[in-house]
């Protein structure tokens, strides 16, 4: 087990008043963990210390040529007053799936693990209590040898920080209106769509512009080879309710392995629905929505949990989906998932780990 070298900020910060008010991503708590790489030495000198600015050289290999990976999770505060994470091996599992992809080296597993929970418990008080708020957990590795060479980097450094976030939705979960993008796309299989890398986020910052422009909230992408068929939403996964099956893309290479995805098919299988993982296809889709179908649409992630799509639009098409309201699957499954984080339903698969 490692062991973190703890130095505490003597200048702590103000929290925010109304944690409803934060744009998401946007404040950072007083402390952050850092681990560095050298090849020959390993990971070393694991330590807790104030939130600030660090120097990096301009030749760091991040800066040109991307090797970077990055999680995203979440600790939550429950009704009873512990503190908890959800589901945090599966994120930690997905990023060394994510570091063997971009030649970065593995991080043990339980020295992640221990480090998330070490910097957690410092800033503990700056878990937001209200419902639906938690503390975003922002793990990432960056290649930091100064070299302008197209080659894997010989030093890295894992950090982890974290942002207090308020609810998602304010007032109920709100549909979004998403289009299926038909010209670019995010990843194709081979490439590192399966890797939570920026690249991947740099590649898809063009169609998003695009669609935000027509006044759409997301895209949909399809498959890097063929355009035919459905992978996934900007940082969700994407689920559909055709004739009371539940039905997600399969998990083929470029599609990223969410755990909330994964959530929701355990949630639903728990509640008697039949859930398939498989291939399909933009027209299977576009059948569904005209002839009805298509009853409901939600993404997953673990930002927003369920994101419920009110408004699909392929090509010049646009259907709305269940009137534009919310699914009841869709409403379940998020008050299940949600509630099982704030600890008011039962964990019955252990998915809570508690910090303490
Ligand atoms: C992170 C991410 C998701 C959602 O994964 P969760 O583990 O459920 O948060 C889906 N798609 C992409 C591209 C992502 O980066």
Redesign the pocket.
């Known amino acids: 087990m490692i062991k973190i070298k703890i130095n505490k900020t003597k200048h702590p910060k103000m929290k925010p008043k109304d944690e409803d008010d934060i744009v998401f991503g946007s404040i950072f708590t007083d402390h952050m963990f850092i681990m560095d790489y050298i090849e020959g030495k390993g990971w070393i000198n694991p330590r807790i210390e104030e939130y600030k600015d660090f120097k990096i050289s301009p030749a760091a290999l991040v800066f040109h040529y991307g090797q970077s990976m990055f999680e ?1 999770m979440k600790a939550y505060k429950t009704e009873d007053g512990r503190v908890v994470l959800f589901r945090p091996m599966k ?1 930690i599992e997905r990023a060394n799936k994510s570091n063997q992809r971009l030649c970065i080296p593995e991080i043990p597993e339980e020295d992640f693990l221990e480090a998330v929970k070490e910097l957690v418990k410092i800033d503990e008080d700056w878990i937001p209590t209200k419902k639906g708020s938690s503390l975003y957990i922002r793990p990432f590795v960056i290649a930091t040898e100064p070299s302008l060479n197209v080659v894997p980097s010989k030093e890295f450094k894992f950090m982890i920080i974290l942002s207090p976030v308020g609810a998602y939705y304010k007032e109920g979960l709100n549909p979004v209106k998403i289009w299926i993008e038909d010209e670019y796309v995010r990843a194709v299989r081979g490439g590192i769509g399966e890797a ?1 890398t920026g690249g ?1 986020y740099a590649a898809s910052m063009l169609s998003q512009e695009k669609a935000h422009e027509a006044g759409y909230s997301q895209v949909l992408w399809l498959d890097g080879i063929e355009h035919k068929y459905i992978e ?1 939403v900007g ?3 994407i689920f559909f309710k055709i004739k009371g099956k539940i039905i997600t893309p399969m998990l083929n290479g470029s599609i ?1 392995r ?4 994964d959530s929701v098919i355990e949630v639903c299988k728990d509640m008697g629905l039949v859930v398939e993982e498989r291939k399909i296809s933009v027209e299977e889709l576009y059948e569904a929505a005209k002839d009805g179908s298509l009853e409901e649409v939600f993404g ?3 930002a927003a949990v369920i994101s419920p799509v009110g408004t699909l639009k392929f090509g010049s098409d646009v259907f709305s989906i269940n009137n534009g309201n919310i699914g009841e699957v869709s409403q379940k499954v998020y008050d299940t998932i949600t509630g099982i984080q704030k600890g008011v339903v039962e964990d019955k698969h252990n998915w809570l780990v508690e910090i303490s």
């Open positions: 995203g994120n939570k991947n996934e940082a969700m996964n990223l969410g755990v909330t995805r997953s992630g673990t």
